[in-house]
C-alpha cells in the first residue's frame, strides 16, 4: 500500500495486482500508460512485476491497507475536497486486477473478504477497471457464491475516447443496487457523449493527458461534462487538465506539468465533488 498519493481523488493507493494484459494506453501500437512506463524503469523491483505485460499477484496488500487508521470526519489538509469523507483508497492504479489471468478466487479472499472486514468497512474503496465485462462477470459469480457487493466497494471503469464508450454501459452491471459507480474519463483525447454516457454512475472523473507528448484537452469538454452531470444528478471531479490544454480557443500554460493546481484554473473549471452513495433501491 503506498500511505498517501498525489492523485487528487484518492487518500491512498493498493495493488494487489501490479500489470495488465493490455489497453488502449498500452500495447503494440501505444506505450503511454503511466504506469506501464514506471515499469520500464522499474520492472523487477520489490514490489512490481518482472513484465508489466505479465500481471502478478501480491495477497495481503489489501489487508494491510484496511488497517490504515479510519479518516471519517476528518480534515485533509493538502485536499480539502475530500474532508470529512471516509478514507478513499484507490484499487489498481499500477494495473489492472481485473487482467483475464487473475483468478477470480484471488480477487474473492483479496478484493472482497478485505474490503468487508470490520477494518476494511471503515473505509471506501475505488476499484477501477478498463474490463468492466470482466468485473460484471466476476459480481455475478461472487454472488451465485453467496456474497452481497460490498456497498463500501465503489466500482469504476476508464473512458478516454468513443472507441471504448460502451464500458460505462457494462458497468451498470456490476453489484446491485447499492453499489456506487463512477467512470473516469482520463486522459479524455477527444469529446465523447457525456449525457449518454453518465446514465446509472454516480461520480464523472474527467483529467487531459500528462507527457511530452500529450494530445489536446479542450476544455469545452468539461463543460460538457458539467451541463451532463448536472442534468442527471452525477458528482463531477475535474482531476487535471493535462500538458496540452486548450481553453477559450488558445493554449493555457500552466506551470504544473500535469495541469492538476488548480490554483491556476479559470474558477468556472474548479469542481472537486464526491458522490452521494447510494441507499437500497435507488439505480
Same mark, same amino acid.
Given at each position: 500500500?503506498?500511505?498517501?498519493?498525489?492523485?487528487?481523488?484518492?487518500?491512498?493507493?493498493?495493488?494487489?495486482?501490479?500489470?495488465?494484459?493490455?489497453?488502449?494506453?498500452?500495447?503494440?501500437?501505444?506505450?503511454?500508460?503511466y504506469?506501464?512506463?514506471?515499469?520500464?524503469?522499474?520492472?523487477?523491483?520489490?514490489?512490481?512485476?518482472?513484465?508489466?505485460?505479465?500481471?502478478?499477484?501480491?495477497?495481503?496488500?489489501?489487508?494491510?491497507?484496511?488497517?490504515?487508521?479510519?479518516?471519517?470526519?476528518?480534515?485533509? /489538509?493538502?485536499?480539502?475536497?475530500?474532508?470529512?469523507? %471516509?478514507?478513499?483508497?484507490f484499487?489498481?492504479?499500477?494495473?489492472?486486477?481485473?487482467?483475464?489471468?487473475?483468478?477470480?478466487?484471488?480477487?474473492?479472499?483479496?478484493?472482497?473478504?478485505?474490503?468487508?472486514?470490520?477494518?476494511?468497512?471503515?473505509?471506501?474503496?475505488?476499484?477501477?477497471?478498463?474490463?468492466?465485462?470482466?468485473?460484471?462477470?466476476?459480481?455475478?459469480w461472487?454472488?451465485?457464491?453467496?456474497?452481497?457487493? %460490498? +456497498?463500501?466497494?465503489w466500482?469504476?471503469?476508464?473512458?478516454?475516447?468513443?472507441a471504448?464508450? +460502451?464500458?460505462?454501459?457494462?458497468?451498470?452491471?456490476?453489484?446491485?443496487?447499492?453499489? /456506487?459507480?463512477?467512470? +473516469?474519463?482520463?486522459?479524455?483525447?477527444?469529446?465523447?457523449?457525456?449525457?449518454e454516457?453518465?446514465?446509472?454512475?454516480?461520480?464523472a472523473?474527467?483529467?487531459?493527458?500528462?507527457?511530452?507528448?500529450?494530445?489536446?484537452?479542450?476544455?469545452?469538454?468539461?463543460?460538457?461534462?458539467v451541463?451532463?452531470?448536472?442534468?442527471?444528478?452525477?458528482? #463531477?471531479?475535474?482531476k487535471?487538465?493535462?500538458?496540452?490544454?486548450?481553453?477559450?480557443?488558445?493554449?493555457?500554460?500552466?506551470?504544473?506539468v500535469?495541469?492538476?493546481?488548480?490554483?491556476?484554473?479559470?474558477?468556472?473549471?474548479?469542481?472537486?465533488? #464526491?458522490?452521494?452513495?447510494?441507499?437500497?433501491?435507488?439505480?
Amino acid at each position: 500500500m503506498s500511505r498517501g498519493t498525489l492523485i487528487q481523488w484518492a487518500d491512498d493507493t493498493v495493488n494487489p495486482v501490479v500489470g495488465c494484459d493490455g489497453c488502449e494506453l498500452w500495447g503494440l501500437t501505444s506505450r503511454i500508460c503511466y504506469a506501464g512506463k514506471l515499469h520500464e524503469i522499474r520492472e523487477g523491483r520489490p514490489g512490481y512485476a518482472r513484465d508489466f505485460g505479465k500481471p502478478e499477484l501480491f495477497a495481503g496488500r489489501m489487508r494491510a491497507a484496511a488497517r490504515a487508521p479510519a479518516l471519517q470526519g476528518l480534515r485533509r /489538509t493538502a485536499k480539502p475536497w475530500l474532508d470529512g469523507a %471516509p478514507r478513499l483508497v484507490f484499487a489498481s492504479d499500477l494495473g489492472d486486477a481485473l487482467s483475464s489471468d487473475v483468478p477470480f478466487e484471488f480477487l474473492e479472499t483479496e478484493i472482497l473478504g478485505q474490503v468487508s472486514s470490520e477494518e476494511g468497512s471503515r473505509h471506501r474503496w475505488l476499484w477501477l477497471t478498463k474490463q468492466p465485462a470482466r468485473m460484471k462477470k466476476f459480481s455475478e459469480w461472487a454472488m451465485r457464491r453467496g456474497w452481497t457487493w %460490498p +456497498s463500501n466497494l465503489w466500482v469504476g471503469t476508464s473512458v478516454t475516447a468513443a472507441a471504448n464508450a +460502451s464500458r460505462a454501459a457494462q458497468l451498470r452491471g456490476v453489484g446491485d443496487d447499492r453499489t /456506487t459507480r463512477f467512470v +473516469s474519463f482520463e486522459p479524455l483525447v477527444e469529446p465523447v457523449a457525456f449525457t449518454e454516457l453518465v446514465v446509472g454512475i454516480d461520480w464523472a472523473i474527467i483529467g487531459g493527458e500528462s507527457g511530452k507528448e500529450a494530445r489536446r484537452f479542450d476544455t469545452t469538454w468539461v463543460f460538457d461534462a458539467v451541463a451532463a452531470c448536472r442534468s442527471s444528478n452525477v458528482a #463531477l471531479f475535474v482531476k487535471q487538465l493535462g500538458r496540452n490544454v486548450v481553453h477559450a480557443g488558445a493554449q493555457l500554460r500552466l506551470r504544473d506539468v500535469h495541469g492538476g493546481d488548480w490554483e491556476e484554473w479559470p474558477a468556472d473549471l474548479r469542481i472537486r465533488e #464526491l458522490p452521494r452513495e447510494r441507499a437500497a433501491g435507488q439505480m
